[in-house]
Structure formats: C-alpha cells, structure tokens
Nanobody, 120 residues
C-alpha cells in the first residue's frame, strides 16, 4: 500500500494550494483519511481528517480556511488550503486507515511529506 501526496509548493501569504493524496495497492477498505503537518522544531499535528462517510474534523488553526474532501471510488482525498499564512509553513503528510484484506483490522499508513512554504 502506498499513499502518494502531491501539491505542495511556495505561495505568498493569502494564497491557496491544493494537496492531493492517492492510495494505491491492495486495498479493500479505507476508513479515515487525513493530513498532518510538521514545522521545524514542532511536533506533528493533525490538520484535517475525513471519515469514509464524509465527517470532517479540522484543527482550530485552519478552521474556515482549509477544506478536506474525498473520492472513495478513486481512493483520493484533497486538502484545499486558502488564505494561507506563514505559520502554515510545514511538511504536510497524508495519512489513512486502510484495510488490506477482508477479515483484517485497519492499519495506519503514512505518505511521504510534501513541503508547503508560505512567504510573508
């Protein structure tokens, strides 16, 4: 199983970026999908998550600016980031709970990070 993240880059304050995460491999089910971020010197923190039924959860710091969505058929989730601030600068990691075989529990997987840099 792989989680492929893309969409990071450099943007000015107030700009927007959209991150994409695609799950591939032997997958029979995906539960929660989400994004975490880690800035230098900081712990990794949850940014946003979305359940298989579409229930979303956001960090207070991004509420109203970031929006997460998913396409279950394509095993993809998108994080639309608007009104970006310098404090949003971090490496963003895709995360998902995935079942690889019927009868097995969901396991947690991480994608590679994608760097988001917001200049002031």
């Amino acid at each position: 199983v792989q989680l492929q993240a893309s969409g990071g880059g450099l943007v000015q304050t107030g700009g927007s970026l959209r991150l994409s995460c695609v799950a591939s491999g032997r997958i029979v089910g995906i539960n929660d999908m989400g994004w975490y971020r880690q800035a230098p010197g900081n712990q990794r923190e949850l940014v946003a998550s979305i359940s298989s039924g579409g229930i979303t959860r956001y960090a207070d710091s991004v509420l109203g600016r970031f929006f997460i969505s998913r396409d279950n058929a394509k095993k993809t989730n998108l994080l639309q980031m608007n009104s970006l601030k310098p404090e949003d600068t971090a490496v963003y990691y895709c995360n998902a709970d995935i079942r690889t075989n019927w009868g097995r529990d969901f396991r947690n997987f991480w994608g590679q990070g994608t760097l988001v840099t917001v200049s002031s």
